[in-house]
C-alpha cells in the first residue's frame, strides 16, 4: 500500500524536530530513513506508526487519511530495536497475541501463526520463551508479530542495531527477503548506510528533520545532491578538499593542485569550493596528480586502505586492492580521477 | 567466590549481638510447652496445658473469632491496597496525568509523614461518615495508610517495564486496558505479589487503629485479643498463656515470611525479568 506523508510538522515542547516534510513510500517498496541520530527519522517512524501524532500534515495509507486514528486502528507492524517481545508469553503466543486481540477464531489463528513461522523459519521455536531465543531468533519472532495479521506497512526501527555482525549479515538478507515474499510495503530506520544500501530500494537521507534527498542507493551514491549526503554514503567515507575557483578549475594553490571544472563553469573565480573524492577515485591511475606522504595504512585482507597526507595538510583517502602494498611514511605521487570527482559550494551544495 | 576477609570473625560478633534475641525466642517457645518451678531458670515439665486456650474459650475468652477477623481485616485490607496500587500506580508511570508531579509529590510526603499524627482528622472523618466503630471503617482508614507506599512501589515496577513492550502492544491493535491487562500486569507480578504480602502482614499486626477507631465494637482483632490476655490485673492473669496466644498470632507471619520471603526481598530490587 502506498503511504504517503504530507506537510508534516512535528514540535516537541517547542523545538521543531520535524518541519514540514513530503515523503511518499510506493506501495511494495522497502525504503529506509537514513542519518544521525536526532534527525528526526525515528519520529517519522513513530508517526507513521501513531504513537506519536502529527501537529500538522496530513498521512494516507491509500486513500485513507489515517492522520487522527490511533495506533490500533491504522495496521501497520512495527518490529522495535529491542524486539520488545512479550517476556510472559511463548513466541506462538507472541505471534499470536495480535489475532487473539482481534478476536479470530483459534483454528484460524494457529493456522496463520504457522505460516508465519514457516516463513520466518522459526517453526521449530513455538513453545519457546523470548529469554531462551538468541538475537537473531528474536528478531524473526519480532517480525513474525509484525506481519501476522497483514499489516498495510511495516516498520522497522534499527533492527540490526543489536544484533553481533555476522547475525547482521544474516538478518539483513533475511529480512529483505522476507519483505519481498510478502511484498509488503516497509520503512526501515538506520543510522548506517551499508544497512540502507543494502536493503532497501530507495533511500531517503534526512538530516534536522529535513529529507535531503531521495533516490535508490546506487544514484544516491553515484550523485550526491550535497557533501552531507556524500559524506554519509560510502566506507570508508568519501574526503573533502577546500579550495577556490580559478580559472575554471577547482584550485589548491599551495600544492598547486588544479581539477578542471569542465562542465561547471561560470564560478566566479575565488569562490570558495569543496571538492569530494571517493578512496576508489584516488590512487596509483587517475589524471590528476597528486604528492603527499601516506599517513595511515590498515589491511582489510582483499584490499588496503591508506591515509594521504597532502603537503598543506589535508588529507586522502584511498582504497587500494592488496597485492602492493605501501608502508607507512612512504611518499606517493598517486592521482584523482576528476571525472568522478565531485565539486561542492563551501554551503554543501554539489555543483 | 574468594573471600578476601575472614568470615569467623563476624559469624562471632554477629552470634553475640543477637544472641539476647534468640535467647528470648527460644524460652518463648519452650515456656509455652513447659512449666518452671518458682525460683527456677530451667523448665521442669512438658505440657500442653499453655495451649488450651485453642479450645477451651473458658479460659482467654474465644480465640478463632479475634482469628477469622483478623483474617478478614487483613485480607479485604491487602485486596484494597493491592487493586489501588496496581492501577494508580501504572497511571502514575505512563499516563500523561495533570498535576503528574505534584501527586507524585504528594505520595512521597504521604508515605513519609507519621500516621498517628493523622489520627484526630481521621476520627472526624470516620465519625462523620458514620463508619466509626466499624470494621469497614478501620479497614478503609488502614488501607489508605498503607496506599502511598503502594503505590510507590508499584510505580517503580512499571517504570521497569520496557516502554516498547506496551507500544508493540497498542502497535498489535489491543486497547490501553488490554494491554496492561495481558502484557503489563504479568510483568510487574513479583511486585504485586511482595506489595499483596507486605499489605497481609500490616494488616495482621496492626493494633493501634482497631484501639483507637473502633474502641467499643463487637469486633475484636488479635492484637487487641492479645492486649486482653496480656492484663496484668485481670485474675486469670497467666505469663504462660500469653506467650502461647502471642507465638500463635505471631506464627502466621512467620509462615508467610518463611514462604515468601525471596518474594519480599524482591519488593526492594524491583524490576522484571526479561
Partial sequence: ?351 | MTRNFAAWPIILLLTVLSLPLFVMYLFLLVDTFSNTAPGSLLPNEFTLEHWRFLIDPAITGDIWKPTLTTILFAASMMIIVVSVSATAGYALSRLALPFRRFVLSGIMVMHAFPSVTLIIGVFLVLQFAGLYNSLIGVILVKASLMLPFGIWIMKGFYDAVPWEIEMAGVQDGASRFTVWRRIILPQVKPGLLSLALFAFIDGWSEYMLPRILAPSSDFEVLSMYLNTVSDPNSSTYNFNIFKSVGLFYTLPVLALFVLFQNRLMNIFGGGTKG
Fill in chain 1, 1 to 351: 500500500m502506498q503511504i504517503s506523508i504530507n506537510n508534516f510538522t512535528k514540535t516537541f515542547d517547542t523545538t521543531t524536530v520535524i518541519d514540514d516534510m513530503n515523503l511518499t513510500i510506493r506501495d511494495g517498496e522497502m525504503l529506509a530513513l537514513l542519518g544521525p541520530s536526532g534527525c528526526g527519522k525515528s519520529t517519522t517512524l513513530f508517526t507513521i506508526s501513531g504513537i506519536h501524532r502529527m501537529d500538522k500534515g496530513q498521512l494516507m495509507f491509500g486513500d485513507r487519511d489515517v492522520s487522527g486514528l490511533p495506533s490500533q486502528k491504522r495496521n501497520v507492524g512495527v518490529v522495535f530495536q529491542n524486539y520488545a517481545l512479550y517476556p510472559h508469553m511463548n513466541v506462538f503466543e507472541n505471534i499470536a497475541f495480535p489475532l487473539t486481540v482481534r478476536k479470530d477464531n483459534k483454528a484460524d489463528i494457529d493456522r496463520e501463526v504457522r505460516a508465519i513461522a514457516a516463513l520466518t523459519h522459526i517453526s521449530e521455536l513455538l513453545e519457546r520463551r523470548p529469554g531462551q531465543l538468541s538475537g537473531g531468533q528474536q528478531q524473526r519472532v519480532a517480525l513474525a508479530r509484525a506481519l501476522v495479521r497483514k499489516p498495510d506497512v511495516l516498520l522497522l526501527d534499527e533492527p540490526l542495531a543489536n544484533l553481533d555482525a555476522k547475525l547482521r549479515l544474516e538478518m539483513r538478507s533475511e529480512i529483505r527477503r522476507i519483505q519481498l515474499e510478502t511484498g509488503i510495503t516497509a520503512v526501515l530506520v538506520t543510522h548506517d548506510q551499508v544497512e540502507a544500501m543494502s536493503m532497501c530500494d530507495r533511500i531517503a537521507i534526512m538530516k534536522k528533520g529535513e529529507i535531503v534527498q531521495i533516490d535508490t542507493p546506487a544514484d544516491m551514491y553515484s550523485n550526491p545532491r550535497t557533501s552531507f549526503v556524500a559524506g554519509f554514503l560510502g566506507n570508508p567515507p568519501i574526503s573533502f578538499l577546500s579550495g577556490i575557483a580559478m580559472e575554471n578549475s577547482f584550485s589548491v594553490a599551495p600544492i598547486k593542485l588544479r581539477v578542471p571544472l569542465g562542465a561547471y563553469d561560470g564560478i566566479a573565480d575565488g569562490t570558495q569550493l569543496k571538492l569530494g573524492v571517493r578512496p576508489e577515485h584516488f590512487g596509483p591511475e587517475g589524471d590528476i596528480p597528486v604528492e603527499g606522504k601516506i599517513a595511515f595504512a590498515e589491511t582489510q585482507g582483499r584490499e588496503n586502505l591508506y591515509d594521504v597526507a597532502l603537503a598543506d595538510g589535508s588529507v586522502l583517502r584511498s582504497i587500494q586492492p592488496a597485492g602492493r602494498n605501501w608502508a607507512l611514511g612512504d611518499a606517493v605521487r598517486w592521482f584523482i580521477d576528476s571525472k568522478s570527482a565531485f565539486v561542492f559550494s563551501d554551503d554543501g551544495r554539489r555543483l
